[in-house]
């Protein structure tokens, strides 16, 4: 009973905060039709972030999540202004997907190599953004830093359904991810929307670097673990959908828990690879993706 508690816990942990960096994957994916390489990129900011207020400044946490918000939001505005909107106009004389797939991959590498000249290479210690424990059964032991972060992933996705659903520019995302030739005669600014779209995804991804950091440390390859368990997660769900994420998010979560409490955490990661390899031969759109474009 103990190892089964273990194991539901850690994997709404991981399955929470999984979700919380794929999920802008799959909004930038749905909206743009592009796999945006510079998620990873954005965890780390996060996390510098993070030390940078919580280590070296210590202000509250609470700074730490709104500015590691902000910062990342133009972050990726600019990834997205620089790498992607100047080839908006020749979609039809390039191979797109693969092309921004580059380009977005290449951002993140000067963001990586900008850190490593002004940080250096080694890693840095951010403290937790709360400290303490609950027991929750017996010897099953939560930090009130993965509750936390598993609370604030909940509502930050939940947050952006309803922005998505509820909102005039989040029914514009919408509308643009479904047709955007039609969006466009309606009068969508699609030329502002594809910025504001990729801010809030990296926005999100920086988020979860707050948290992140005080599990992987901060330093200059530190968003490359995040942006592989991401693209396991958006590949799983179904390039695109966003509920599927969510269910996807928390399946791996699972998935890596179980191995890791009854396996090691050494199998882990070759049995989520191997899972995923047989679901793709089954489901080869993923848990919840379409044979045709993915629709928000």
Request: aromatic share 10%.
């Amino acid at each position: 009973m103990t190892d089964l508690v273990g194991i539901l816990i850690t994997a709404a942990v991981l399955g929470s905060i999984y979700g919380l960096v794929a999920i802008g994957m799959s909004l930038v994916y749905g909206t743009l039709r592009i796999l945006d390489m510079s998620q990873g990129s954005m965890v780390m900011l996060g996390m510098y972030v993070a030390w940078g207020v919580l280590v070296v400044a210590h202000w509250n946490p609470i700074f730490a999540i709104v500015l590691a918000f902000l910062a990342t939001f133009v972050a990726g505005t600019v990834t997205e202004l620089v790498s992607v909107q100047p080839l908006m106009n020749r979609k039809n004389n390039i191979d797109f997907e693969m092309v921004t797939f580059i380009t977005t991959f290449a951002v993140a590498m000067v963001i990586e190599n900008v850190v490593l000249e002004v940080y250096g290479p080694q890693q840095h210690n951010v403290t937790p953004v709360i400290s303490g424990q609950i027991n929750v059964y017996h010897g099953v032991n939560l930090p009130y830093q993965n509750l936390a972060m598993m609370v604030l992933s909940v509502a930050l996705m939940g947050g952006l359904g309803f922005f998505l659903a509820r909102t005039r520019w989040g029914m514009a995302i919408r509308a643009v991810a479904q047709n955007v030739d039609s969006a466009r005669l309606m009068g969508v600014p699609v030329a502002k929307l594809y910025p504001l779209t990729m801010g809030l995804a990296s926005a999100l991804a920086g988020v979860g670097g707050v948290f992140l950091g005080a599990i992987y440390f901060a330093y200059p390859q530190a968003g490359e673990l995040p942006l592989l368990l991401a693209l396991i997660v958006v590949v799983f769900a179904g390039l695109g959908s966003l509920s599927g994420t969510i269910y996807a998010a928390y399946a791996i979560g699972l998935i890596q828990a179980t191995c890791e409490v009854l396996i090691g955490t050494t199998w882990s990661l070759p049995i989520l690879y191997g899972f995923i390899f047989v679901l793709i031969i089954v489901r080869p759109n993923g848990l919840m993706g379409k044979p045709t474009e993915a629709r928000l």
